[in-house]
């Protein structure tokens, strides 16, 4: 089986070892542009591009599948199989029609729930009990393909937005290497259609969303914390002073303060009135500062301690 393997970010970079390890032959792997990064901004190569490059394999980084030399460069390898994930282009319906057997994508959600760009963060901002990974096999919509295979792992109450991303990235290699390998086995896997039910839309990330509104429930910003956590990084106020936090936990505590309002600050953490309950911060950032505990933050603003409950 000829594979051409497309995707950018770390994420995908287990998938393209699945690809490699399963007998089949990738013949070429697709990624995005090399874009700026760093303080320098130097143009820096995806992580799959360098996964593929230190393979041995041929890389191709078109801006566009759309342009008709593109597709003629992509059928030139004669795929039997596109194996997407996290690629970050669309793929035009000329280029689904390419591959003998089609095109499989790998996504991380529970379809038909959280199709778009953002499912992991999206999963834990909404309070779901469980997520997984998807092979689903593409057609034209946005991840509205049948799903040929599935596998489920549960949201932990400490699970973050890397955490759960790196851990969905290694599930997403395992079903992709159970699909290779029932495939190459000579088995058609069975493409399940997706329930018209309980569809909604991973949008995808904005920065204006990582801003922390005290009057919310606790338990909410307790999500939005770990579901930024790494990126975008959620932004609060801390008696007049704006910083980054990285890591909090929601309290049951009952209070008449107003939002946002200091409850109590001691080793702990620095707790924070909320619409309902509080919000107890253990690690954050200064500006122009990097992460330090709540312990350390106190220490520099000593006038916090003591506030009572």
């Not at 070892?17 to 032959?25: E, F, M």
């Not at 400490?158 to 699909?179: I, K, M, N, Q």
């Not at 029932?182 to 990330?205: I, M």
């Not at 999500?223 to 959620?234: E, G, L, T, Y």
Request: neutral net charge; hydrophobic residues 45%.
């Amino acid at each position: 089986m000829r594979i051409v393997f497309a995707g950018t970010p770390e994420f995908s970079v287990p998938c393209l070892q699945a690809c490699r390890d399963s007998g089949a032959q990738v013949v070429a792997v697709y990624t995005q542009p090399d874009r700026p990064a760093g303080r320098g901004r130097k143009l820096a190569p995806s992580p799959v591009k360098q996964a593929a490059l230190a393979a041995g394999l041929a890389v191709e980084q078109p801006e566009s599948l759309k342009p008709p030399e593109v597709q003629a460069a992509l059928a030139a390898y004669a795929p039997d199989l596109l194996v997407v994930v996290a690629y970050g282009l669309i793929l035009p319906r000329k280029v689904l029609a390419i591959p003998r057997l089609g095109c499989w994508n790998v996504h991380a959600s529970l379809l038909p729930r959280w199709r778009g760009a953002a499912p992991i963060q999206r999963a834990i901002l909404a309070g779901d009990a469980e997520t997984g990974v998807d092979l689903m096999r593409m057609e034209a919509g946005l991840d509205t393909g049948p799903v040929l295979l599935e596998k489920r792992t549960p949201i932990a109450s400490d699970d973050t937005g890397g955490s759960l991303h790196d851990r969905l990235s290694l599930l997403g290699a395992e079903v992709l290497a159970e699909g290779l390998r029932r495939t190459l086995a000579g088995e058609v896997l069975a493409a399940v259609a997706q329930p018209a039910e309980g569809v909604t839309y991973a949008h995808k990330l904005d920065k204006a969303e990582a801003k922390l509104d005290f009057a919310r429930p606790a338990v909410e910003l307790d999500r939005q914390v770990r579901a930024f956590d790494p990126w975008p990084v959620a932004e609060g106020e801390i008696a007049g002073e704006a910083v980054r936090i990285w890591a909090a936990q929601a309290l049951r505590r009952s209070h008449t303060a107003a939002p946002g309002t200091v409850l109590a600050a001691d080793r702990d953490g620095i707790e924070l009135a909320c619409g309902e309950g509080a919000l107890q911060v253990t690690a954050l950032q200064r500006p122009g500062g990097k992460r330090i505990s709540a312990t350390d933050y106190l220490n520099a603003r000593p006038e916090l301690r003591g506030a009572s409950r």
